[in-house]
């Protein structure tokens, strides 16, 4: 007859873990990767599939990291403010289009603009695995040693990017 009471029991004990999880900012997803050096990869340029995009180019410059993909709404919806980021030439940014149809990639970009200096193509979608996406639109932003900075997932704008992003870019020159 106790028994019965277990589930109860359980259930009131993990009652807590629901409550703070639903507090949370759902933007905000720690990753392991804050701190550490960029994953190393090397895959096709979108642009132009003869080109191999390799990571080590990436170093020397500080640059955003952005994973996006013709099938996902969240990226359609931060595109305008990466336009208007590229225009300002206040940072590269470097495109990884992940698991899309390559032709559909290319038709995207030359109906609502290219914001990327460059973009590598990770049709399996390992790469996006290695920096740890869980989905797209996810930004990351690289200070020049390669050294991942600060994370977002879900679509960019003016109040995220001074909030968090110039905010983290800031902190790292000091």
């Known amino acids: 007859m106790k028994k019965h009471y277990l589930p109860i029991l359980f259930f009131l004990a993990i009652m807590p873990i629901f409550f703070i999880g639903m507090d949370r900012d759902k933007s905000v997803l720690p990753s392991p990767l804050i701190g550490e050096k960029i994953p190393q990869f090397s895959l096709p340029s979108l642009i132009n599939s ?3 995009i390799d990571s080590s180019e990436l170093l020397n410059n500080t640059f955003l990291f952005n ?3 013709t099938w996902c709404v969240g990226c359609l919806e931060e595109h305008d403010f990466l336009m208007k980021l590229s225009e300002s030439n206040e940072i590269p940014i470097v495109g990884l289009n992940w ?3 390559h032709n559909d990639a290319l038709a995207w970009l030359r109906d609502y603009g290219n914001p990327y200096t460059i973009i590598a193509e990770d049709v399996s979608g390992r790469v996006a695995i290695d920096w740890g996406v869980y989905g797209a639109p996810e930004s990351f932003l690289v200070n020049s040693n390669g050294i991942i900075i600060h994370k977002h997932l879900g679509p960019l704008d003016d109040d995220i ?5 110039s905010r983290a870019i800031i902190n790292d020159a000091n």
């Not at 990017?161 to 992003?165: A, K, L, N, T, V």
């Open 50 to 52: 003869e080109l191999q």
């Open 161 to 165: 990017w001074e909030r968090d992003f």
């Open 99 to 101: 698991r899309d149809n």
């Open 67 to 69: 994973v996006w993909a």
